[in-house]
């Protein structure tokens, strides 16, 4: 005799198997900004000054660049799976779709214009 109910061993229904992935990419995004968050404030307050030819040429930089393209992405990435929990337990019906769909592709167009600035940036481009 199981614990499921009637209903969940007649349709087979039961954990979807998905909540671990989720959690686990929450905590490991949340480990990878601890350094990079230190990385960034201690680089940004280490420039001399902070007008856009001083932060051009810090982000100009190799390993700058591919630091700050990580940390954008660890940013988004725990971002996405945060609000997507949010959303999930306090938005209903076709709403919830909706806000889903936005926040994801929200999320998108922002690290493509983010990956894009950075590497202008690092170009030399304006």
Do not use: C
């Not at 490991?28 to 307050?45: E, K, N, R, T, Y």
């Not at 001083?54 to 971002?79: N, Q, R």
């Not at 019906?93 to 909706?98: D, F, I, L, Q, S």
């Amino acid at each position: 005799m199981g614990f499921r109910s009637p209903l969940g061993r007649a349709l087979g229904l039961g954990s979807a198997r998905s909540g671990f992935a989720h959690w686990w990419g929450q905590r490991l995004s949340a480990a990878a900004l601890v350094p990079l968050g230190l990385w960034f404030m201690v680089s940004v307050m280490g420039l001399p000054s902070t007008d856009y030819w001083a932060v051009s040429a810090w982000a100009g930089s190799p390993l700058h660049a591919v630091l700050l393209v990580l940390l954008l992405a660890s940013l988004l990435y725990h971002s996405n799976l945060g609000l997507r929990v949010v959303i999930e337990d306090y938005v209903h019906g076709a709403t919830k779709v909706v806000t889903l769909v936005l926040v994801q592709f929200l999320h998108m167009l922002l690290a493509v214009a983010g990956v894009y600035a950075i590497v202008a940036l690092s170009a030399g481009g304006q």
